[in-house]
């Protein structure tokens, strides 16, 4: 759903980026409250999983593909206001080096694409956690929470995306059709998405539910059982038998090398069909106001890499750089935010005096 340049008027773009900016200033602040020893060193890998994830086209009708917009996978792994902030980095990086979303418009990808998602995926998960019956641990209501969250976080976007263009649209179109267009098939990737998000999910929260953010107020039996004491019992008094540091390494390096290898690897076969946005657009006569790229240009446009004639080697590297780069601005920005948290002057009594947060500090891959 990348809105190229084109597609609405100055004055709409230029307010969308003023949201986006808001949005984003907000973020940073309450990133500071998300990012602890667990989340901030995920943080940028989810972006860089995000940035590959998209570049897999999957079909969902006839002539018309979609992919992840992954609001809603950010928003439960790490938090909403983080969320915001991975897809703000996603977006930059698909615009500014892939030519993917125009430039004026990364105002509107980054509130449409990142804050729409995220707060309905943030409202949706934990409204249905607060109603559904706590079974298997907590995952079950973590589950159908996800999946709700991803399927219905889709479709609110088409629907926002409609409400910009019929204030600012430059076609003179039905926006009772584009309305339904844009919803019908947005459903259709909704539930593409809900099946992603759902799994990927479910796969850390298998191994490590600690990770995931929005989880842990119900799924985390296993954590606060330590010494053998119940889950109903009192921990045991702080002191050198404390619980030894559990790496994040081993989940680091593998969401690492999934990244890579959808990026570098299964991207090439993704649908080569237009995705939901671009579809409607052919369809109803939008497409015609698209303006060329401002880095069309770019060494990396259209996800290849210029002057490298083999085409699967060329998505590939171009991928895999993708991934790279995310990954790296990506846990630049986090690794600021948290630094400026002052979480590390926390209990100043000093890591030798509070044995408890010695025993639950998680070690990190550099």
């Not at 259209?302 to 083999?310: E, L, W």
Request: aromatic share 4%; charged share 15%; glycine share 14%.
């Amino acid at each position: 759903m990348h809105v190229p340049d084109g597609f609405l008027n100055a004055p709409v773009s230029v307010a969308t980026g003023v949201v986006a900016a808001g949005a984003v200033a907000v973020a940073l602040r309450g990133a500071r409250r998300e990012l602890d020893e667990r989340t901030a060193p995920l943080a940028g890998l989810v972006a860089a999983f995000i940035f590959a994830v998209q570049m897999l086209n999957f079909p969902v009708a006839a002539g018309t593909s979609g992919h992840l917009l992954g609001g809603a996978l950010a928003t439960v792994l790490v938090g909403p206001y983080t969320a915001v902030l991975c897809l703000a980095v996603v977006l930059l990086m698909q615009g500014l080096l892939f030519a993917d979303g125009g430039l004026t418009a990364l105002g509107t990808n980054i509130t449409v694409m990142g804050v729409v998602t995220a707060v309905v995926a943030h409202l949706v998960f934990h409204s249905l956690l607060r109603v559904l019956p706590r079974r298997n641990g907590g995952r079950g209501p973590v589950a159908v929470a996800t999946f709700a969250a991803a399927l219905i976080s889709v479709p609110v976007a088409a629907i926002a995306f409609t409400g910009l263009y019929a204030i600012g649209g430059t076609a003179d179109v039905s926006i009772g059709r584009v309305f339904a267009a844009m919803v019908g098939v947005h459903v259709l990737i909704g539930i593409g998405e809900a099946v992603i998000t759902t799994a990927t999910v479910g796969a850390v929260l298998a191994v490590r539910p600690d990770l995931v953010r929005a989880a842990r107020s119900v799924a985390r039996p296993a954590l606060v059982i330590r010494g053998g004491a119940g889950a109903g019992a009192p921990a045991p008094a702080p002191g050198p038998a404390a619980a030894p540091a559990r790496s994040l390494r081993p989940l680091w390096l593998g969401g690492l090398g999934v990244a890579v290898v959808c990026a570098a690897f299964v991207s090439f076969y993704a649908s080569a069909e237009p995705d939901g946005l671009e579809r409607v657009a052919t369809d109803e006569g939008i497409a015609e106001e698209a303006r060329a790229h401002d880095m069309a240009d770019s060494p990396l446009a259209d996800y290849g890499v210029r002057d490298v004639d083999n085409e699967r080697l060329s998505t590939g590297l171009a991928g895999a750089a993708g991934v790279a780069v995310t990954l790296a601005v990506g846990s630049g920005v986090f690794v600021a935010v948290r630094r400026r948290t002052g979480h590390g002057a926390e209990g100043s009594g000093g890591a030798g005096n509070d044995g408890a947060a010695a025993g639950r500090r998680e070690t990190v891959a550099p």
